[in-house]
């Protein structure tokens, strides 16, 4: 079965510091890999897709199937970066739906 | 375009009432997810739709648990009975295709579900 893990329920840095929040997972196929961030009392926004990479907001993440990671990384932490992070897995299912499967989530906590 | 739009944003029951939540996907789009998200846990699947069908609900419980989205109107998730269990938020996101678009689902703000 999938799994998606986030090791880091919390994730503190100091404005201006390097940022890595770390996502594995176990998939059989060929995974698609998401970035979902939650800003304060905001909905969920999709972030980054591995398929597209494309920088959002200064972040990446790069999909590394040997070691079955796809780590989200930013050279210099913002204050407006705080926030929830999820990642997330695709996988197609038998009935024709696209489920998503998340990890648990790591708070960023930017400190000025 | 108002994006995904879930009602109410909170919503208090006692055991053993009923729990309606509301979704009414972007313009245009016809394809709805339902997803809970338990304390100190990840999203989970519960529901997939189409206007008038229900294509994958493998994540549902098997009881108490329905979903709909009628031909007009919000695609609706219902809980009967419910238990403290039940306590969650619950995400609905939709999309124009039966995969992930581009920019992936939009998802709405949620319902949070307390159960008291």
């Known amino acids: 079965a999938q799994r998606v893990t986030q090791p880091e329920k919390l994730l503190s840095v100091f404005k201006g510091a390097p940022v890595e929040l770390k996502c594995n997972y176990s998939?059989?196929?060929?995974?698609?890999l998401f970035w979902y961030v939650q800003y304060s009392r905001q909905r969920l926004q999709l972030l980054l897709r591995h398929i597209s990479r494309e920088s959002i907001k200064g972040f990446t993440a790069d999909l590394n199937k040997g070691e079955t990671s796809f780590h989200l990384k930013k050279p210099f932490a913002q204050e407006e970066d705080s926030a929830m992070y999820y990642c997330a897995l695709s996988r197609p299912s038998g009935a024709g739906s696209y489920q998503l499967t998340f990890g648990k989530g790591t708070k960023l906590s930017v400190i000025p | 375009n108002a994006g995904v739009m879930q009602n109410p944003r909170h919503l208090v029951r006692r055991r053993g009432q009923e729990a309606r939540l509301r979704c009414s996907p972007m313009k245009g789009h016809s394809h709805v997810y339902w997803y809970r998200q338990l304390p100190e846990e990840g999203l989970k699947f519960m529901v997939y739709l189409q206007k008038e069908n229900i294509i994958d609900e493998s994540g549902m419980p098997k009881e108490r648990f329905s979903a709909e989205f009628p031909k007009e109107g919000p695609s609706i998730l219902r809980i009967q009975q419910v238990v403290r269990g039940d306590s969650a938020a619950y995400f609905c996101?939709?999309?124009?295709?039966?995969?992930?678009?581009?920019?992936?689902?939009?998802f709405g703000s949620g319902t949070r579900l307390t159960v008291v």
């Open positions: 998939y059989s196929g060929s995974p698609e």
């Open positions: 996101a939709s999309g124009r295709l039966p995969g992930l678009t581009n920019y992936g689902y939009t």
